[in-house]
Structures are given as C-alpha cells and as structure tokens.
C-alpha cells in the first residue's frame, strides 16, 4: 500500500477519485502539533530555542488513525500544500508518525487534477528545511509577541485584549486614517458648470490667463464674478485632438486581487472569497467526476504555466478570432515587495469547463468567483481595448474650456470581463467654428475627508506595505474583529475607542510592533530564512531579548489605564461582576466580561447630571413599546428616542413631518416615505428591510422603456435641463411635460 497525506478532507477525497486502489489517501485536517495552548511552551536561552510542540486533543483521533495506515505502507508521501506552512505540517506529521522528515517522498501540486497528481507522484523532492525554519520562526515570533505583550495589555488597560505583529500594525493603519478624518477640516470651492451647444459638457481651464483647477474659486462672490465675465464672452472652437490610446489588460488573479475584486464586484468579505475559493480548489462535481477546477488559491504570484497558457490562446483564437489574439503570450512581473511567488497565479485547471457549462454544478456563490477567475484569466492572455480619445477647446479672449470624450474602437479583453465604460461621443465641429453657451452655474462643493479602509482597500494598503503574507489577509481582519478593535458597517472599516487606547500605548512603549516598516522588513527576514538558509535561532534571538526587556520595563513603567474598581455587584446579563471603569467620555459601569458581555449602564454622578438636565419630553409615544418618547442629541443632531431605552431601542427623526408619495413602491407597492440619513434624504420603502427600494428622487408612474429594465421613472433635473431618470438602470429621458420650475434640483 501506498499512503498519501494532505491536510484536506475534500482534498483526499478528490485525489483518491484519480488513484488506483493500491494508493490510500488520508487528511490531517490541517496542524496536528502547535505550541502547548495554555502556557509559553518555548524554552529560551542565551544561544538556543526549543519550541515544545504538543499534538492537539483535536488531533489525536486523526494522528492514530495516520499512525495505523502508516505502519502498513510500503511507501509514504507528503502531500500538504506547497509553502511554508505546508511543509512545516508535513514535517510535523513525519514527527507524529515517529519518521525521519527528510527520508519521506515529498509531492507537491498547484491544481487537483489527475494530470497534476500522477505527474507529482512521478517527482518527488524531499521536504525543505529552509522553509520549514522560516515557517517555524514566524510562529515563534508571533507567540512571543502574543503571549508577553497581551498580558501587559490586560494588565494595563483591561482583559480580553491582544496584540500580535501583524495584527497590530495593520491596526495602526485603520487608526492612522481614522485620525486624518477626524482632523479633516472641509474647504469650500466652486466650479462653474457649463454646457455648450448642444449638449457638450465642458470644464474651465483658462481664466485671464490664470489656470483653474479645483480650489482656485472658493467663494460664491467669485464664483458669480467669473459667471457674469463669461456669459459676456463669444467662443470659438480651438484645439482639436484626436489620439488613440489603450486600456491594458489585467494581470490573472493572486490572493490579494481576487479578495479585491470579489468585494467590489461580488460583495464577497475577503473570508468568504477564501472559503469559497478553498472549495473550488479542493474538489466540486464537474461533468468528469470531482475534481479541483482552480489552481492553489493562496499565493503572490502572477506566473503561470506554459501550457495553461497555450490552452488559454487556442480557446481565445477558437472563440473569438484572430484579431483579440497577441502575437506573443502575455507576461507579468509581481512589483510589489516581499513577493514569494512559490506557485502559479489563480487560474481555471480545465478550460473545457467553462463557466456556463459550471453553473449547472456548482453552488451559486461557487459559480460567481469561478466566473470571475476564468474570465480573468482568459482576459489576461488577450488584446488590449483601444480607445479614440477627443479633446476641444473652447476659447474667447479672456477664458478657455476644454471638453473631452472617447470612443471605444476595438473591444479586445473587454469582449470577456465586460466594461462599464460608455462612449461619449463629441460632435464634429471645425477649428474656428463659433459655439454657444447653452447653461452655466456655479455650482458649491466641499472637500471629503480620506475614506474608510474597506476590506478590500486595507488588503491593498497591506500588500504595498509588505505587511503579512496572502494567508494572513482574511484572518487579521478576523481578528481585529473579534477584539472588538474594528466594526464594520456598510462595508467601511471603523475603529473602537479600545483600539485607540492600545494603539496609543504600544506607539508609546513598543513603536516597532505597530510600525509597518518593521513588520515588513521581518517578512524580508523570514524570506531570508526560506531562500538563503539563515539561521532562525540568531533571528529570534536578536528579537528576544531587547524585546523582553522593554515588557518588563513596562510593567513597571507604564501608567495604568485600567481604572476599574469592583461595585459587588453582578451584570444582569451574564451574571460576572460589575466594573467602574474610566474612559474617553468619563466614567461609567461594565461588565468584568468583556468583550463577550458588553453591558453598560450610568454611574449615579451621571444619572444625577442626566436629572439635572433631563430629556425634554414629546409628545410622541414609542409605537414599538408604548412608552413616552424624548428628546436626544446625537452626531446629526437632536432626534427622538424611546424613553425604555436599554429595553426599547426605537428611534425617530425630529421634528419631522412624516411625507408619504402619492406613487407606491415600484417594488412592493408599499407606501413610500420620505426619509433622512447622515448621507442625505432619500425615498424608502415603508416595508424595510423587507423591501429595500430607495431613490433620491420621488418616482412616477411611468416605467423605464430600457429592454429587460421596467424601473419606475422619477422627474429631476439635471445639468438645467427636465428629465425622467430610472430608479433602476439611471437611463435619463427627456421630461416633455415639465413644467419651467423644477421641484428637485440636480447635484
């Protein structure tokens, strides 16, 4: 018998489908010896350092069961992934099973198929220590990090926190754009809005010989100076300039971009693109039998292999024509820092199976990310999009405007991925051609802070950093989150008061654990490990010492935050004591545990300040618990709130008369309100969340006429001009029957 390891039970059953019945495959169901979970479990001195790796209750059952098969095998291979963490837990596993790590056959594959497995088999290496080292100094760096700084931590400002190498300095970069939006201070400009006849949107360039750009008007006296100048002025046509350009085609998928893409494109969290990814990778149903049908979902490389890649070619020549097809394949260069690039980029293993032959097998969200990587990678090998790109001047003596449109000429990789670039076409006009003013305004903006990170854009942030490594992304996040250092909502990274807390006192007392540069520059260091056979023991110990020296410095050095006195009283909730604690905002009551148990309430010396100054009572009555409303201030202001809160937490606008459309729902037929957010009013559904319809403009009866859409019409204006604009596919007609003064203005 032949015995074959992985780490996956959909692994081994998908390659157990390719082997004869000599070969028996078995799963590890991933780590099967770690560090002790309760205690440091390393042993450290001056020269050396002996992790003490224990098997794992978890894993016991599994480790006999390997233990058994292994006795009867004649031959045994190691089969876990192909990077660092791969080959350290099939080193592990030779320990388990009481075997010399480097005397097993050592068989690697970047796709499950039954090519790849059999031409494994046939090339066998053995296991590579350099990685093994690099992967054992990475988790002894990250226990010591954990195990010594997160106690301090709890100490210092209260339980339940923890600080990690990566974890940490990926949370000073949500912080640091926390702190550049709160400090963002908005600066008011001006732009003067201006069309052309007919139609032609252009943008003020020139003014008295001075260039306009975006702060130069930033005031409305100026602003209707310059409109009052230029409705005095006769313009001619200028410049004409006609160039073509391209639009590149995209590199095929690595970890980080595809986490990327399914957020924005598939509202996938980075968790959710891996686990699904994991899925495709280790085995579905496909019209062959079970097999994997993308290649190994967790790498930096763009490299892909030449045969992947003559296939891709002869499917696009079939399917496309000879004019979307490159006289040479395609090549790309992985430019960011700290790239391993042990594997192929993230590809179809099958092209014969193709998305629409997949959507009758696979699971719905399975089929959404499989039809992003197979059109990513089938892109990636084609012709560039090429575009006509127009640009017109619009002079007089004192002003010039420039106006801009482009026109796709050849689709090329866009004939796959799609493009949500439309046309805009100018008219032909000649140079000296006398044009007119159709409408101008000056329109009042003011500038936006940085944005949120998202999950995709902190993975971005991350990669350019050098920070982790494409296993790390989605756990980190995880983490964060389950430390209640981050929330999400609406897809926007927002940091807790703790997470400053922490930050501030690690930048104080240990600056390199959140500093980006040192993380990355220790993922440089392991590299050296794996590719260069750098001794792990003199790196770690270099680390080691100075680090430990600065934790008990500041046990004894650093202030105490925790302000936190025991009441001898329970929590309602959970039943452990109750805390006095001291924050940001004062003092107030919690639980002693947290973050399970979040509860909260008022000490006396607010409940009497809140006397002191009581809510104004309304008139209103909670219409969810009957009790009496009133009056709170809150970031937008004062608002209404059910007097039973914490038991009853209802909200309602103030002041606010509540405004109904005459036209129901175009979704449900529900009554439709009119509504506020912190981002604006809009029109919403009654029945939220049931019905999630909204439009920032009040719809009609009438329905858009765009094939396959039907979305109701609603009348604004736009750019000074009457429209019907669907709620559903924003197609603007024109508004026929409006009257002169408009009953919404545009933005």
């Known amino acids: 018998m032949k015995l074959i390891i992985v780490e996956s039970p959909a692994k081994a059953k998908t390659i157990k489908n390719f082997l004869s019945k000599e070969y028996e495959v078995i799963a590890s169901k991933g780590h099967i010896r770690d560090l002790p979970k309760n205690r ?22 599994t480790v006999k069961q390997i233990q058994e098969l292994a006795k009867k095998a004649d031959t045994i291979y190691i089969a876990t992934d192909e990077d660092r963490e791969g080959e350290a837990i ?51 760096l990250d226990r010591i990090v954990g195990y010594k700084l997160s106690p301090l931590l709890a100490s210092k400002i209260q339980k339940g926190l923890s600080a990690g190498r990566v974890q940490s300095s990926t949370l000073k970069i949500i912080i640091d754009r926390e702190r550049e939006i709160r400090a963002f201070i908005p600066e008011e400009y001006w732009t003067i ?57 995209p590199p095929p998928f690595m970890t980080s971009t595809i986490q990327q893409t399914a957020s924005s494109q598939l509202g996938f969290s980075p968790k959710k693109t891996m686990m699904v990814a994991q899925a495709l990778y280790e085995g579905v149903k496909t019209p062959e039998g079970t097999s994997g049908v993308i290649t190994y979902m967790r ?29 040479e394949p395609k090549v790309y260069l992985k430019k960011s820092k700290g790239a391993q690039e042990a594997h192929e980029a993230i590809r179809p293993t099958m092209l014969e199976f193709t998305p629409e032959i997949a959507a009758t097998f696979l699971k719905p969200d399975e089929i959404k990310l499989y039809r992003l990587i197979y059109n990513r990678f089938l892109a990636c090998q084609m012709n560039d999009a090429r575009f006509e790109q127009q640009s017109i001047t619009f002079q007089s003596p004192r002003a010039e405007y420039r ?70 992304y989605a756990p980190t996040i995880s983490t964060l989150q389950a430390r209640n250092y981050i929330e999400i909502e609406k897809r926007q990274i927002i940091p807790t008061e703790i997470a400053f807390t922490v930050t501030e006192l690690l930048e104080k007392h240990f600056d390199e654990i959140v500093d980006a540069s040192f993380t990355a520059n220790m993922e440089e260091t392991l590299d050296e490990i794996s590719e260069k056979g750098t001794s792990w ?14 934790i008990n410095a500041g046990k004894a050095d650093i202030v105490s935050l925790k302000i936190a006195t025991p009441l001898g009283r329970n929590c309602p909730q959970c039943g452990s004591e109750l805390l006095l604690r001291s924050g940001r905002f004062g ?85 439709l309100l009119w509504r506020q957010s912190r981002r604006g009013a809009f029109w ?22 765009v094939e396959g859409c039907g979305g109701a019409l609603a009348p604004r204006t736009y750019r000074n001009k009457e429209v019907y604009e669907c709620t559903k596919c924003k197609n603007r007609t024109p508004n026929e029957t409006a009257s002169e003064t408009p009953s919404e203005t545009s933005e």
């Not at 943008?203 to 001075?210: A, D, M």
């Not at 770690?540 to 680090?547: E, G, I, Q």
């Not at 009551?589 to 010396?605: N, R, V």
């Open 193 to 249: 809005d201006t069309l052309f006849k007919p139609e032609i949107e252009a943008t003020l360039n020139l003014l008295e010989g001075q260039k306009i750009d975006k702060m130069t008007i930033t005031t409305a006296q100026e602003a209707a100076r310059i409109v009052a100048l230029i409705k005095g002025e006769s313009f001619t046509v200028g410049k004409i300039e006609t160039k073509e350009r391209k639009s590149s085609t």
């Open 537 to 550: 023991h003199k790196i770690l110990l270099d680390f080691y010492h100075p680090f430990i020296e600065k």
């Open 299 to 327: 790498t930096d490389s763009l490299n892909l292999a030449a045969e992947a890649v003559e296939a891709a070619r002869e499917a696009i020549l079939t399917r496309y024509g000879k004019a979307y097809l490159p006289d």
């Open 90 to 140: 099939g080193w592990h596993i030779a320990h388990a099973i009481k075997k010399d790590p480097e005397s097993l056959p050592r068989i690697v594959f970047h796709e499950i198929t039954k090519n790849a497995i059999i031409h494994a088999l046939e090339s066998p290496r053995a296991i590579d220590m350099d990685r093994v080292n690099a992967q054992q100094a990475r988790r002894l």
């Open 587 to 671: 003092e107030f009551i919690a639980c002693s545990g947290f973050p399970k148990c979040k509860y909260t309430e008022q000490t006396e010396d607010n409940k009497k300040e809140d006397s002191a100054n009581p809510d104004e009572q309304s008139e209103e009555v909670c219409d969810k618990c009957g009790s009496a409303m009133v009056v709170k201030s809150g970031r937008n202001g004062q608002f209404l709130a059910c007097s039973a809160y914490p038991e009853c937490k209802n909200t309602k606008t103030l002041n606010q008369e509540i405004k109904f459309s005459t036209v129901p729902c175009p979704d449900c037929g529900g009554k």
């Open 684 to 705: 919403g559904c009654e029945e939220y969340p049931k019905c999630k319809f909204i439009s920032k403009f009040e719809p009609s009866e009438h329905k858009c006429e």
């Open 40 to 61: 440091f479990g390393i042993k450290i001195d001056n020269e050396t350092i002996i992790p003490e790796y224990r098997i794992s209750e978890d894993s016991t059952a």
């Open 403 to 472: 106006a801009t449109g482009r026109r796709l000429l050849f689709d090329g990789f866009y004939r796959v991925t799609g493009s949500d670039d439309k046309d805009k076409l100018l008219p032909s006009l000649n140079t000296g051609d006398t044009i007119d003013i159709q409408s101008i305004s000056p329109e009042q903006h003011f500038t936006e802070p940085p944005s949120h990170f998202s999950e995709a854009s902190l993975i971005k942030q991350l990669e350019a950093e050098g920070i982790g490594r494409p296993s790390t």
